[in-house]
């Protein structure tokens, strides 16, 4: 029975991979549904960082040699790639950062510096209960150094953001929006477009993390509508099937050239005298030290197997698994699904309840059995308090996931139900 | 980890607990308890653990726990193991307990002071669980040591 949405080429993209060709303990196939929180690897990647060390290395940008001509000719073609990815209006636009959480402070802690953009005492910050924690803490810290206040979005009973009452939470007094597009908890993909709207009209500066976003939707800033493109956007390398290490801040030029620069160093400044310094454009000017350069490299591979196979395609697979995954899940009797039902409104992350079982001992019995989930609060404890549960499981498949894993999770989940002796 | 690994960390005896936990809730006393409130952070189990000494006695040990099979059953089996006994004995047991689980499988437990806790022999092996299983420990090790300094000659115990 064929699935409709999968990717036509399901098996020869399963060989581009080669971990999931590897045993395990006992002899055991690999079943891995843990894409979210970090996805594995394709050959390309793997081999575009093997050959940059072996043959192009040096630091980049001030090396005056071959070989530091061809790093960073290979680190700025990166850049390139990266901005095609997220379709930048400019490719300067893009910063490259160390990850998710790196991009996000980056843009709280400038913003309680000095400049036109400041939040002080009096402004307000609006968040949403569903972030991951490196989308709430850097707020907090800002709004707690600054003297502004920290608001929220709730969520419905459905694994929603309530809506109802934005016109009371995004007001004159709103300096920044900061939300996540896809849940990484929930799975619930959020309105970035008519909250981005919203906050623009009273003109609030929109942050989006696209953490979980990016390596599933089509992500296409240059053509949304000004008034609904968010002003910065994060996301992180190695959920993109890139490496660790770096990640993404994208800005729009006009937000990014009047935030102050955020880490002083090399490579940032454009003169420096003992008394004072100017600084570089961007994307330079958010860039101090060394970056990672390999690292950057690597995910400019990344992005360009991602955009080859096709973002549309891509997507239509996470959905097409996503529903075959709820489906399936729902046959295990005790089992509750947290957030949407509807596979077209959400992402590949599904985590779940069963009862009588804790998540970590769920996981324990599913990784003897070969199947690699994740299990805890995910790094989301506002969400999972809002729907009274300490802890759950998450399931998460990306385009390298066949309907067969998920069979094997529904089964290891009826394994685990006896192995508990849950009648 | 395959199926025998599976078998050796869920020993029967830690699933017995985990289902018919012993001394589970917070209990009320009359005179001075010390209540501490410990998380695994990797995980995210979580023990708020009352102990009340009388006449240098471990009079009682109260608990609410949420988390996995390994926590709740490892608090069943402190409760049983050091309720009755004197501190200082009961702080030899939580050593005993203590030096089995950082053995990563290397120590012969001994039953005649672990009684049913040997079969956390197992869980040893695994790092990731070993915080599971000594999170009311360390809970009921902390708040022991509290009530002891407050009751030290030192202190009168007064302390807002
Ligand atoms: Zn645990």
Redesign the pocket.
């Given at each position: 029975m064929a699935l409709e949405g999968l990717l036509p080429e399901l098996a020869v993209i399963r060989k581009d991979f080669p971990i999931l060709e590897r045993e395990l303990a006992g002899g055991l196939p690999l079943v891995y549904l843990d894409s979210a929180n970090t996805s594995q690897k394709p050959q390309v990647v793997i081999d575009t960082m093997v050959d940059h060390l072996e043959r192009h290395n040096a630091n980049i940008a001030r090396a005056m040699h071959q070989l530091g001509a061809e790093s960073t000719e290979a680190f700025e073609a990166a850049r390139d790639k990266v901005a095609a990815f997220i379709g930048a209006p400019e490719r300067d636009e893009v910063i490259f950062t160390k990850n998710a959480s790196e991009a996000l402070n980056l843009v709280a802690n400038t913003l309680a510096w000095a400049g036109p953009r400041q939040v002080g005492a009096g402004d307000e910050v609006v968040i949403t209960e569903m972030e991951h924690h490196s989308n709430i803490v850097p707020w907090q810290l800002l709004t707690q150094r600054t003297g502004a206040t920290l608001r929220w979005f709730g969520i419905t009973d459905d694994g929603r953001l309530d809506l109802s009452a934005i016109d009371e939470l995004i007001t004159e007094r709103t300096k920044v929006v900061s939300l996540t597009w896809v849940s990484n908890m929930l799975g619930t993909i959020n309105p970035v477009a008519a909250i981005t709207k919203r906050a623009h009209a009273v003109g609030a500066l929109v942050v989006v993390d696209a953490s979980q976003a990016a390596p599933q939707l089509p992500i296409d800033l240059a053509a949304m509508p000004a008034d609904e493109r968010p002003d910065l956007v994060a996301f992180t390398g190695h959920k993109v099937v890139g490496p660790t290490g770096i990640g993404v801040l994208w800005g729009a030029r006009a937000v990014l050239d009047v935030l102050p620069p955020f880490l002083g160093g090399g490579e940032m400044i454009e003169t420096v005298r003992m008394e004072s310094s100017t600084y570089a454009g961007i994307p330079h000017k958010f860039e101090a030290g060394t970056p990672p350069i390999v690292e950057a490299v690597g995910l400019g591979a990344a992005v360009d197997y991602l955009g080859h196979i096709g973002m549309d395609a891509i997507h239509a697979h996470e959905q097409a698994i996503t529903g075959y995954a709820l489906q399936g899940l729902q046959t295990v009797k005790g089992l509750t699904v947290l957030g949407p039902l509807d596979p077209a409104a959400r992402g590949g992350a599904i985590s779940f309840e069963l009862d009588g079982v804790?998540p970590?001992d769920i996981a324990q019995v599913l990784d003897s059995r070969g199947v690699a989930v994740r299990a805890g609060h995910h790094c989301a404890k506002p969400a999972h308090a809002r729907f009274g549960v300490q802890s759950s499981t998450r399931m998460s498949s990306y385009l390298y996931t066949e309907p067969s894993e998920i069979d094997a999770l529904v089964e290891a989940l009826e394994y685990t139900r006896s192995y508990f002796k849950l009648d | 980890m395959t199926a025998q690994d599976l078998d050796a960390l869920y020993q029967e005896i830690i699933l017995d607990h985990y289902k018919n936990p012993h001394g589970k809730g917070l209990r009320e006393h009359a005179d001075r308890t010390a209540e501490v409130h410990h998380v695994?952070p990797t995980?995210?189990?979580e023990v708020t653990l009352r102990v009340h000494l009388a006449d240098g006695v471990v009079d009682d040990v109260s608990y609410d726990a949420l988390?996995?099979s390994?926590?709740q059953a490892s608090a069943s089996v402190l409760y049983d193991l050091v309720v009755g006994k004197g501190v200082d004995e009961a702080m030899a047991i939580h050593q005993e307990f203590l030096t089995l689980m950082q053995g990563k499988g290397t120590v012969e437990p001994d039953e005649d002071v672990l009684e049913d806790g040997i079969a956390f022999a197992g869980v040893a092996k695994f790092p990731a669980?070993v915080?599971?299983a000594l999170?009311s420990w360390m809970a009921w090790k902390d708040a022991t040591a509290q009530l002891v300094a407050t009751n030290s000659p030192a202190g009168d115990g007064d302390k807002s």
């Open positions: 804790h970590h | 695994n995980c995210g189990d988390g996995c390994i926590s669980r915080k599971c999170l």
